[in-house]
């Protein structure tokens, strides 16, 4: 059972997130990848990504088990609305809030060394976390993007018209039957019990599409409070399937590699991200990367050592499928 404490005050600075998180989005998707939960909703969706999966999806599993705990400072309280945002705050955590979490999954289970070298602030071991994140989040989460960020935006209009009409305590009354408002406390099941009293602090509401069953929580009490919760099913139906085209028909234009570079451009990044998230060399997806750009598909740049792709309006609307350009 988790059981929120609000005071009068709590009820005042309690805010709903505009726009969806990209941590929160990526640590809960990956535990879906691990269970079979919402599965009329999600089996489709674990069946097509299931084959973007590389090795790189290691480590990241390894940190955000399917399990009751996964550390905090994977989720920043703040708020990540954006990957380069959200990497920056988890990256740059301090040693002793990264000993902190490790060590607290550390006595869950069983970890392999190099979180211990994570732990120590190890530059080459965040580097690797760093480029699997990236990787994670072409492959996973950038190629629906837009489905999420509608359907979040389809429940926070919602909860916002709840809260116009009847304020607070109206807005916290429209999470049922998923959480029930019981003055002053909010309460859902939950894998383990635990209190949140606020203090003052108000409470941040995230919207989450791959939050399945249950709200989620931070563990530190002393953190900024943060709740993320699945949205409404009416929001996930209200929302517009993304207009990716077929992936088959994809494959037939450009040949089964070029669509997958093309594909794992739509994120943004170096040769060398590219060539992480196909799985194939620097040398292939440099190739490759050069056939797309002659063909107007994506736009390359210069960034200090680096080269960086990104997506024209072409190669977006080839890769969604749209008839016309916007």
Not at 35 to 50: S, Y
Not at 237 to 264: I, N
Request: one cysteine or more; aromatic letters at 6%; a positive charge.
């Amino acid at each position: 059972m988790l059981r929120i404490h609000f005071t009068a005050d709590d009820l005042a600075r309690t805010r709903i997130m505009r726009g969806a998180d990209v941590m929160w989005e990526i640590v809960s998707s990956l535990q879906l990848l691990q269970n079979r939960e919402g599965a009329v909703v999600f089996d489709r969706w674990r069946r097509q990504v299931r084959g973007r999966l590389g090795r790189w999806v290691r480590p990241l599993i390894t940190l955000a088990p399917h399990a009751a705990y996964f550390p905090d400072f994977l989720t920043p309280p703040e708020g990540s609305p954006s990957l380069e945002h959200g990497l920056d705050k988890v990256l740059s955590t301090p040693r002793t809030r990264l000993r902190e979490d490790l060590g607290i999954l550390a006595s869950l289970r069983r970890l392999p060394s190099w979180t211990g070298r994570l732990a120590a602030g190890d530059i080459e071991t965040v580097d690797v976390l760093d480029s699997a994140f990236r990787a994670y989040h072409g492959s996973v989460i950038a190629p629906d993007w837009a489905l999420v960020q509608a359907s979040v935006e389809a429940d926070r209009e919602r909860r916002v018209r709840s809260l116009a009409v009847g304020g607070c305590e109206s807005l916290l009354n429209s999470f049922q039957p998923l959480m029930r408002w019981n003055p002053p406390v909010l309460e859902a099941d939950y894998p383990v019990r635990q209190d949140l009293v606020l203090d003052g602090r108000g409470l941040l509401l995230v919207p989450g599409y791959f939050c399945w069953r249950t709200p989620v929580t931070l563990v530190d009490p002393e953190l900024p409070p943060v709740l993320v919760y699945p949205i409404a099913t009416e929001a996930r139906l209200a929302s517009e399937a993304p207009a990716h085209a077929d992936d088959r028909s994809l494959v037939k234009l450009l040949g089964r590699t070029r669509a997958a570079v093309l594909r794992a451009v739509e994120s943004g990044g170096t040769t060398t991200d590219i060539s992480r998230r196909t799985d194939t060399s620097v040398a292939s997806a440099s190739q490759h990367a050069t056939v797309l750009r002659e063909a107007g598909l994506i736009s390359t740049r210069r960034d200090g050592g680096a080269v960086r792709h990104t997506l024209t309006p072409l190669g977006q609307a080839v890769l969604t499928g749209r008839s016309r350009l916007p």
